[in-house]
């Protein structure tokens, strides 16, 4: 029997693999969260906040951090993201980052990343314009999450 939801929810996780957010459902007696991914929320595109929140505090954390609810799910711990600038002598690294949201994490080729690939699903909820000011508006929220 549980050998059957197992496999279940593995099918969930495939079939909406583009075009997800994780929902932290439920914890485990081990203590790390179940993660079910569903549908992405389409939220307004003119909030980095907003979309922030919705999108990428459950791994990376409201503060950014990397200490969300679903992080102890995650075989990579999520990147503090509060920490990018200090780490690129002091300059956001805005390329870097959109290149990340747009095309998908480098590490992703290798089979080991839990970060999706924004860009994919952005692309899903508007055109082009929509997909930029996404981009733009969640790198402008996390370069205010910078630690100087
Ligand atoms: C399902 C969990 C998850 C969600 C949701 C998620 N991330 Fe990630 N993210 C990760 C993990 C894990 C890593 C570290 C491994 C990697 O780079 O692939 C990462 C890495 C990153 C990096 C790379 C940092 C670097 O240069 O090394 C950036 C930038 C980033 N995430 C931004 C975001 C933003 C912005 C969102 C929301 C739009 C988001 N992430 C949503 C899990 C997630």
Known sequence: MAYIKVARVLCLLIVAALLSVPVVSAQTPAGVPTVKRTVAPNVRPDSGVE????YCAACHGADGKGHGPAAPAMKVMPTDLTVLAKNNGGKFPVKNVEDILRFGS????HGSADMPTWGATFRVMGDEAITKMRISNLIDHMESLQVK
């Open 51 to 54: 979309m922030y929140k919705a």
């Open 106 to 109: 480098p590490l992703a080729s």
